[in-house]
């Protein structure tokens, strides 16, 4: 596929990893913002031919992974005990929320339905007027326009089975949330491409200026990510902290000012609890007070308990680069993909299940044995 | 976070109306019908960034070439300014 | 009751010669059981096994034998590329493929729902016929259900099957040995694909069709070409290629290195993998097979093996290996590697 298969060369891959090879004179630790950077980086096996001395942190960049547990149990509500169909992405299936998930919800008889986009779940309430269809809008500023969308072409069409249920959260707050806390030891920022194409970048031209760290706008491919870190540690090496755009592809300055627009006419900004992390003032997005009859909260006004993480998780810590997986006592144990703990076992784009399908098995039979 | 993938813009059509602005992408040779609604500019022949059947950006083909000859220019401007890393 | 001419007439429901649709009745054992039977299936199926109308079936048989069961259960039913019907027949041909068997005679089991189109039921019956015909096996026994409706999926099929062994077929987890090439039979992924480009919510527009197919012929002309060189033989159906090869690390135990730059992917299924986020790895097939052949006929099995209708995209996507047993590693398309791992269950499009 064109603009695909390209940025998969195995040659100028080699090239860049030779580069990032020469350069590297010092230990840096990168924080990749985005799942998608997470699964590309593992997938394609690129954090072991890095140089030893750089170390990655997963960061928050998974919205599956940090909607709270009180909203996916309100999406269970809805769906078992309120009777409505609802519809979402297929990663967030398998979250589990104070007690279960939706897989399970699904299986014990609610109507979940999985979508690729928000808009099949609009023609679905269409052609259903008799279903009431929630949409689980889940997702960072690169799904926000498209949920915002889903509620403008519901309005148009004046369905009145249709709500969605927000969970969108922001990236610049949660990252000056990360950088401002005094354990935090990033060095280095590969910001998520997508987000940026409908956001831009000059959000973060004060983070990089404020907490003297370089950030680099980059992609999800291979030669995407290689040349984002090359330019990371080339800005460190060097003692540099500036914003540079590795993306330009499709990355502009501004972002998208339509899809920028979109999000603005439906949603306003409000303080979020992020899960494993907690409230992150000014890092979410609801519904206007004019679209208010979309917004499944006020539709079906119930009150769910606010759940905690648990006391074992250490979920937050490891978004925050504070502790590696393999600091958790659960992880590999108790806490697996088939039965996870936390949310960063449950989404692929997890940091403990992303470290559990690439060294799991191993480093755990081995400290098994010795145990 | 945020699954995209570039897809070609095949053919453009409106819907509700003529209010919204709807193209068949082509992903490799499957078809799926994405909103232009993010992307006013866009045109036949465009190759698109789509994300949950939405459009959200288009890519530049100028800049699509640079991620090629990054390390020559970064090996050119070394040449330009010799000893730079160890500063 | 109606009256005419001053005379009481009872008007009793009788049982209409034919319906449209699928009812209790048909599973009743009564007279629409009988007129199903006779005209959709009998009739079909006719052969010397089943013109006994008995209870079940005499077979003469002789040596080794193999023996299977499957079932049958998908949404939507009919497909890119086939229906349930031909699914059920190759699903347990190519299970005993897998063993080394000739299919030589099938049981069907049918449970129908109430409301299942009597159009539906007979384009799947014919898919079953056209299906054993090109196998060559012989369906001779079978039964048939009915549930009611909102009980089943419109319909359900088991199969068991038997056959003899192929005289030179050894084929076991066990016989895998450090060094065995891994060939799989052409391009993978294209069910799982097919199956979702139809499914609400997901749909696309693609010329991609499942990949149903039976596996024997390729079994037995490699069986017949390299005999105990074929040391374990499997087809890659629910959780695709990675889970299969997961499975024989957990019996043998032994590693596997696999190169995805060898594994063929039709373009266009690798595109609507792209877009809903799944890793073809993981994707069902209904007509992929893995062979693990030792080492020095590798190139020729292969050879083999694309000359076969049907196959000519069979490609070595790796070997066994004697370090990190119980894992599969990928070499990535940069040369990086990975943990393949099981699944915790069935692939999600995703988003992020």
């Keep these: 596929m064109k603009y695909l298969q390209e940025y998969r060369d195995p040659q100028l891959a080699q090239e860049y990893l030779r580069e990032i090879h020469r350069i590297t004179t010092r230990p840096w630790r990168i924080m990749e913002v985005c799942g998608g950077q997470t699964h590309s980086l593992v997938k394609n096996g690129i954090i072991e031919m890095l140089p030893e001395k750089i170390t990655f942190i997963h960061g928050p960049g998974c919205p599956v992974c940090v909607t709270p547990r009180h909203l996916i149990d309100l999406a269970i509500y809805l769906c078992e005990t309120a009777g409505v169909t609802l519809c979402s992405y297929g990663d967030m299936l398998r979250v589990p929320g104070g007690e279960k998930s939706l897989l399970s919800a699904k299986a014990a008889g609610a109507d979940v339905r999985i979508v690729y986009s928000p808009l099949e779940a609009v023609k679905f309430a269409a052609e259903h007027p008799e279903?009431?269809?929630?949409?689980?809008?889940?997702?960072?500023?690169?799904?926000?326009?498209?949920?915002?969308?889903?509620?403008?072409?519901?309005?148009?069409?004046?369905?009145?089975?249709?709500?969605?249920?927000?969970?969108?959260?922001?990236?610049?707050?949660?990252l000056a949330a990360i950088l401002q806390d005094e354990e935090c030891c990033i060095d280095g920022i590969l910001a998520a491409g997508h987000v940026c194409t409908v956001m831009g970048f000059e959000e973060y031209f004060p983070l990089a200026a404020a907490y003297q760290v370089p950030i680099v706008v980059t992609g999800f491919e291979p030669l995407d990510l290689l040349q984002g870190i090359l330019m990371t540690v080339r800005q460190l090496e060097r003692g540099q902290a500036i914003v540079e755009n590795q993306y330009a592809r499709v990355v502009q300055k501004s972002g998208n000012i339509a899809a920028r627009?979109?999000?603005?006419?439906?949603?306003?900004?409000?303080?979020?609890q992020w899960r494993g992390i907690g409230c992150i003032?000014?890092?979410g997005l609801e519904l206007k007070e004019a679209y208010a009859t979309y917004d499944a909260r006020k539709k079906y006004p119930v009150q769910m308990p606010e759940v905690n993480e648990g006391d074992t998780c250490i979920a937050g810590e490891i978004m925050k680069g504070l502790k590696k997986p393999f600091d958790c006592p659960n992880f590999g144990r108790n806490c697996k993909p088939e039965t996870p703990l936390g949310a960063a076992m449950v989404s692929s784009e997890g940091t403990c299940a992303a470290y559990y399908h690439f060294h799991g098995d191993a480093h755990f039979s081995s400290e098994e044995r010795s145990a | 976070m945020c699954l995209a993938i570039p897809g070609k813009v095949e053919e453009i059509n409106m819907i509700m109306d003529g209010t919204v602005r709807m193209a068949e992408v082509n992903f490799g040779g499957i078809l799926k019908t994405v909103s232009l609604e993010m992307l006013p500019e866009a045109v036949v022949g465009d190759y698109v960034l789509v994300h949950v059947g939405?459009?959200?950006?288009?890519?530049?083909?100028?800049?699509a070439e640079r991620v090629f000859g990054y390390l020559a220019e970064i090996g050119e401007l070394e040449e330009l300014a010799p000893g730079e890393e160890e500063k | 009751m109606a009256t005419t001419n001053g005379k009481v007439q009872l008007h009793c429901p009788v049982p209409k010669p034919e319906t449209e649709i699928i009812t209790l009745g048909h599973g009743s054992g009564g007279i629409l059981t009988n007129q199903l039977l006779d005209s959709g299936v009998f009739s079909l199926f006719q052969n010397q096994y089943l013109d006994e109308r008995h209870d079940g079936s005499v077979l003469r048989l002789n040596g080794k034998i193999a023996f299977t069961t499957d079932s049958f259960v998908i949404s939507p039913i009919f497909f890119p590329g086939g229906n349930i019907g031909e699914l059920a027949v190759y699903g347990t041909v190519n299970d005993l493929a897998m063993c080394g068997a000739t299919p030589e005679f099938l049981s069907l089991g049918l449970i129908l729902e109430e409301g299942l189109t009597m159009d539906d039921f007979r384009k799947i019956l014919t898919a079953i016929k056209a299906a054993a015909d090109l196998v060559g096996v012989e369906i001779v026994t079978g039964d048939t259900k009915v549930v009611e409706r909102g009980k089943g999926d419109q319909i359900f099929i088991n199969t068991t099957g038997i056959g003899h062994l192929h005289p030179q077929a050894n084929i076991s987890a066990c016989r895998?040995?450090?060094?065995d090439k891994i060939i799989v039979n052409g391009e993978i992924a294209s069910h799982g694909i097919a199956i979702m480009s139809v499914r609400e919510g997901l749909a696309f527009e693609s010329?991609?069709?499942?990949?149903?197919?039976?596996l024997h012929q390729p079994v037995l002309a490699l069986l017949d070409a390299f005999g105990e060189n074929i040391h374990c033989l499997r087809d890659a159906t629910r959780g695709g290629v990675a889970t299969v090869l997961n499975e024989i690390t957990r019996q043998c135990p032994l590693g596997i290195d696999i190169r995805e730059t060898d594994i063929p992917v039709q373009a266009s299924v690798a595109?609507?993998?792209?877009?809903?986020?799944?890793?073809?790895?993981?994707?069902a097939n209904e007509g992929k097979f893995l062979s693990f052949v030792a080492a020095e006929v590798a190139g020729e099995a292969l050879a083999l093996l694309a000359s076969?209708?049907?196959?000519?995209?069979?490609?070595i996507i790796g070997e066994v290996v004697a370090t990190h047993p119980g894992q599969v590693i990928a070499t990535s398309i940069i040369g990086g590697r990975r943990m393949v791992g099981m699944l915790p269950g069935e692939q999600l499009p995703r988003i992020c």
Excluded: M
């Design chain 2, 54 to 63: 939405f459009a959200i950006g288009i890519v530049d083909p100028a800049e």
């Design chain 3, 308 to 315: 076969i209708p049907g196959n000519s995209q069979a490609s």
């Design chain 1, 281 to 283: 003032p000014e890092s």
């Design chain 3, 176 to 179: 895998i040995r450090p060094g």
């Design chain 3, 207 to 214: 010329d991609i069709r499942s990949d149903t197919a039976p």
């Design chain 1, 131 to 174: 279903k009431e269809v929630v949409f689980f809008a889940v997702g960072f500023e690169t799904t926000a326009p498209a949920n915002a969308l889903s509620v403008v072409h519901a309005a148009r069409q004046k369905l009145e089975n249709y709500a969605i249920l927000s969970s969108h959260v922001l990236v610049p707050p949660a």
């Design chain 1, 261 to 272: 627009q979109a999000i603005a006419d439906v949603f306003k900004i409000s303080d979020r």
């Design chain 3, 271 to 283: 595109g609507a993998c792209e877009i809903l986020g799944l890793d073809p790895l993981y994707v």
